[in-house]
Structures are given as C-alpha cells and as structure tokens.
C-alpha cells in the first residue's frame, strides 16, 4: 500500500509539472471572474492552439480546467449530466458548493484507482445559486476542494506566472470590469512567459443574474522586418 501511495505521489507531481495551460478565477464584489488561455500541448508538441479550456457547463456554472485533455472533457460532460440528474431527482438545482463537492468526489476517486495512465485533472468551478449568491472554489488535482474569497489559478504550468500578478494588482472588493482586465493582464504576462500557455484567451463573468462570456481573443504571431 505505501509503494502504491508513493507511485501515486510521484505521478501526481510529474503530471503537475506538464499540465500545460493557465486558467484563473478571481472573486470580485459584485460577481466571479473566470479565464483560460487555449494551447493544448503534448510535451514539447502544441497540438491545438484554439481550445477553449473555461466553459459555461448549465445556466448558472462555469468550469475551467488543467491536466489531460480527455480526462478533463470527461469530466465536463460527467458534472453536467450527475448535475441534471440531481437536479431532476431532488426538484431542486443543485448549489455552487454541491457541484464543486461533487467534481472533488469524481476527481478523488479517479486519481487513486490503480491505471496504466492516471486521470490528472485540475478543475475551477465557479457558479452562482438561486439566492444570488456567487461562489468560486478550487480542486486541485488529488481532489482536495477549497473555497476562494480572493483569487486561484489551481496547478496550472502558468500559475507562478499568474500569482505573482494577481498577489500585486488584486484588491478586495474591486468590480468584475476591473477584474476582467486584470484576468487579461494577467493571462497575457503568462502567454508571453509560460512555455504550456499561450495563442488565445477566453474569459467569463458570472453574476447573480447570469453568466455571459466577456473577452474572446486571439493571439496571432506576426512576423516584422528588422
């Protein structure tokens, strides 16, 4: 049992260290900001240079990703039908919190079954409930949730990038539209820096009344004579 936790330790780590993406959340007064850059990479490889890793899942969630591309869109489509199906049994939607408990569960139990290739995924999931009320949380990779009252960018490759900006520029109480252009700021300092990051961004806004999506860009290399 020890060699097999040390195996899993071992493996959770290294994939830590390849997930190639940047995702961030950032919890302002008035609503939740959510972002992603779309490079999927495969080692040293980029094989897909528009995915969009932050995705509206129902009417009231929002989900970002890191870690393996096919676990992660399993995962997805998983929440969204275990979420409907509660919903549909209980006559009531479920709460921000419940779904985030719910991907903690799916995320706990996958990671430590025994498996040629572990499922690795990250996962920020941010919503708001039928009082009003909005709420972000992260689940890191071995499926341990926490709530966030400030910002995340969970295990991301551009996290440190991230992070170090958001511990500078990030203040208590500040508006979604000021948290819309740090999210970009901070989303562009990791695509210019981050090797796993990079040829777009997507960001989303979620409040008490809805979740609309706010900045869709493309990155676009330019060549200039010298």
Known sequence: MNNMNSYLNDELKNSILKTGTTVLGIVCKDGIVMAADRQVTAGNI?????????????????????????????????????????????RSRPTVKQAANLVSAITYSQIRQPSMIPSIVGTLIGGFNEDGSFELYTIEPAGSVERINTYDANFGSGMPYVLGLLERQYKKGMSVKEGVELAKEALKSSTQRDTGSGYGIDIFIIKKDGIKKAISQEIRPEYKEE
Do not use: C, F, P
Request: glycine share 4%.
């Open 46 to 90: 980029v094989m897909i240079k528009d995915k969009k890793k932050v995705n509206q899942i129902n009417d009231y969630l929002v989900v970002s990703w890191t870690g393996g591309l096919a676990d992660a869109q399993r995962l997805t489509k998983l929440i969204a039908a275990e979420l409907k199906l509660k919903e549909l049994k209980s």
